[in-house]
């Protein structure tokens, strides 16, 4: 049994859809299975860059089945549009490649609209949500009010659940927001058209991986967002609105922990955020511009410059203990070339006092002072690295460094955006 678990062990956008792209090939099912299309992960094959909102990295693997399991929250305009951006490009000829979990819940126009709403409304106290929707979704869904894809494929229920939904969230848009309403009519044709065309992919979704799983099927499971952003075990309230943490990849697929045999921690080899909240080790001086601009620090789904910092080790321990990491895979290194020196954050201070666990809570993450310990630095140009000891020697004590402090082996290294650009130390399909 060798089902792996690929997922973010710091504030999202570590690099997952690269590392899940490189691991489809040992893969026989990638599936997605928490999170929405607040998630952006890309891909850069021979030269061609992709971008995945819904749809799992493994996807340009031919022959690869792909999945989006009821954890997920399917906003189906961008679904449908992703899988035609896909078609036009000659892949996925056959539909049958990507299977949709038939419980899983829609992002309906009136979450979008409650999020920008709500974020505007909040000013400077604002979250920095992606204003897809996510967390208004997820809202309704724990609310037991939410509607799902099996609801879309059938007309009448949709109809009265959309209905009995706006009638509350149009109140609430334009008394509490004074917003713009959502129109019933034009909603309900719209979302049917998308259900008509969602509903071949429809099925059980865990039926089916468990399925897989007992046939002797490889399942690799992509994480969506990062450790930090979980919604009970990050720095909340500047969270995402789901378990971001391996237990729920478990939850959101219906494939039990037992069956899992590895997980892999996805992390930069400095650290980026994006949005609000407490970020220790951010650099706002020429460092963190120069970081900023060597890595291309945009966000994929909202183009928003993303916040830098040096790597940051108590973060990676708190994620090596919510998820127990089998292995991490660093992602890039070559980003680091050229600095005249590394830095590392250790341990913090807070109130004079050294911790080296990160604090549970947002006021003392945000006194937190990081302990750095600096490291030389390399000039080289590390893309064409392809076995750890290609790479020049202060690069790899610095990867050694990191391996210490973490309490985790680096499995993969990788030393530029493209899939070959990657240095494949330990296999987790074969470990
Ligand atoms: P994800 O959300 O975790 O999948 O990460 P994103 O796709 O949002 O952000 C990672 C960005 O870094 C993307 O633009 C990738 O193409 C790029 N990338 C991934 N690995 C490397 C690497 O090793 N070096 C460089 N320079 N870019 C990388
Ligand atoms: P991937 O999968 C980075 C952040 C947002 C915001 C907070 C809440 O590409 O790593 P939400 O829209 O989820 O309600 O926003 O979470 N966030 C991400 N940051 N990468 C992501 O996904 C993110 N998904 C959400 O910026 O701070
Ligand atoms: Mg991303």
Known sequence: MKNIIVLGAQWGDEGKGKVVDIYSDFADTIARATGGNNAGHTLVVRGEKFVFHLIPSGILHPGKKCVITNGVVVDPKVLLSEIDKLKSRDYLKDDSQLRIGYLAHIILPYHIALDRAREERLGSRKIGT?????????????????????????????????????????????????????????????????????????????????????????????????????????????????????GGLCTGSGVAPTKISGVIGVAKAYITRVGGGPFPTELFDDMG??????GWEYGSTTGRPRRC?????????????????????????????????????????????????????????????????????????????????????????????????????VMLISIGADRNQTILRKNPFRA
């Open 130 to 246: 992606t204003a897809r929707g996510i967390g208004p979704c997820y809202e309704d869904k724990i609310a037991r009010t939410g509607i799902r894809a099996c609801d879309l494929a059938h007309p009448d229920v949709f109809a009265e659940l959309l209905r009995a939904n706006l009638e509350l969230k149009n109140f609430l848009l334009k008394n509490y927001y004074g917003a713009g309403e959502i129109d019933f009519p034009s909603t309900l044709d719209e979302y049917l058209s998308y259900g008509e065309r969602i509903r071949p992919h429809l099925i059980d979704t865990s039926l089916f991986l468990n399925e897989e799983i007992h046939r002797g099927a490889k399942v690799l499971f992509e994480g969506a967002q990062g450790a930090l952003l979980d919604i009970d075990h990050g720095t909340y309230p500047f969270v995402t609105s789901s378990n971001t943490t391996a």
């Open 289 to 294: 511009q120069k970081i900023r601009d060597r």
């Open 309 to 409: 910092g040096w790597f940051d080790a108590p973060v990676i321990r708190y994620a090596h203990r919510l998820n127990a990491l089998s292995g991490i895979a660093l992602t890039k290194l070559d980003v680091l070339s050229g600095l005249p020196h590394v830095k590392v954050c250790t341990a913090y201070e807070i109130d004079g006092v050294r911790r080296e666990e990160i604090p549970l809570t947002v006021s003392e993450l945000e006194r937190s002072v990081p302990v750095y310990e600096q490291l030389e630095g390399w000039t080289e140009d590390l893309s064409d690295a392809r076995e750890f000891g290609d790479l020049p020697k202060a690069a790899q004590r610095y990867v050694r460094r990191l391996e210490e402090l973490s309490g985790v082996e």
